[in-house]
């Protein structure tokens, strides 16, 4: 499914989850291929709407904020609908401090971008060694970077990854303020993926915004004794009397219970766009 790709695209870079993820992509299909970062879901999602030779590894969801919409609005609204998800995998958060130095209660200083600096706040505010001195930098990757301009005692938000990329040492794990959270990444490219007898099925349905519509929908997964794992609706900016509604559930597209599903909503919708069939790695 992958051979045929040149390159991925990364949703940030400097040790980013995204980069992780790819790496888990990589190791379950004996992949390499050229890496390239970008600095927004929408560049990157873009980038392969333009080039067929290249995939993406983005993040769709995460435990504390559900889906990510910006990854969501602008898959299904790529001018290539070829474009699917063609694999997914969860990856556990795992902020660390990060330095030069190997002792924790040394560190006079802290390089983070704002979002992390959000997620680690209990941390700061408790275990960090008092009258630290924040530094703001736009990115994990750039926090980094900016190390080199620093003294030993200064350290960054990263994670596992960017202490192997900068050769820095791991002096705190799980400093993020909620412990059991993941991300859920997905692989987007132009491609067709195969049934495995494990796999999951995204779509998105858009309804006519009246009472009872959704549940009409649920009633043709329940006849199908289909499971529903996750379901999203939301107004149409453009169309304020349409909703669409994003579904994921068992099985694939491929399947003839699958393709009896379709048939029946398609009676109950405006239209549908099959998202994708795709199994975890």
């Known amino acids: 499914m992958f051979e045929d790709f040149r390159e991925v695209i990364c949703l940030g870079m400097g040790g980013s989850y995204s980069e992780i993820a790819k790496d888990r992509l990589f190791k379950a299909y004996d992949l390499f291929l050229y890496q390239r970062s970008l600095n927004s879901i929408k560049e990157c999602i873009e980038y392969i709407d333009m080039n067929s030779n290249a995939i993406a590894v983005l993040p769709v969801e995460t435990t504390f904020k559900g889906i990510i919409r910006e990854t969501i609005d602008n898959l299904i609204n790529t001018k290539n609908q070829n474009i699917q998800i063609l694999a997914e995998t969860i990856i556990p958060v795992n902020d660390c401090i990060l ?37 703001i930098a736009e990115s994990m990757d750039e926090s980094a970077r900016m190390l080199n301009n620093y003294n030993l005692t200064y350290s960054i938000i990263g994670t596992h990854k960017t202490a192997e990329l900068y050769n820095l040492n791991v002096l705190k794990e799980h400093v993020e303020d909620y412990k059991i959270n993941n991300r859920r990444f997905i692989v987007i490219g132009d491609a067709e993926t195969s049934s495995t007898g494990h796999d999951k099925t995204s779509i998105v349905l858009f309804l006519d915004d009246h009472q009872g519509a959704l549940l009409d929908i649920v009633q043709v997964f329940v006849k199908y004794h289909i499971n529903i794992t996750q379901i999203n609706s939301k107004m149409m900016s453009n169309n304020m009397e349409e909703q669409a509604v994003f579904i994921d559930f068992d099985g694939h597209k491929e399947d003839d219970i699958i393709k009896q599903l379709f048939s029946d909503l398609t009676s109950y919708s405006k239209g549908m766009r099959i998202i994708g069939s795709y199994t975890s790695f």
């Open 99 to 135: 330095s030069k130095t190997t002792e924790f209660h040394s560190l006079t200083g802290l390089i983070a971008n704002p979002n992390a600096l959000a997620k680690c706040k209990t941390f700061i505010r408790d275990e960090m060694p008092r009258q630290i001195n924040i530094v």
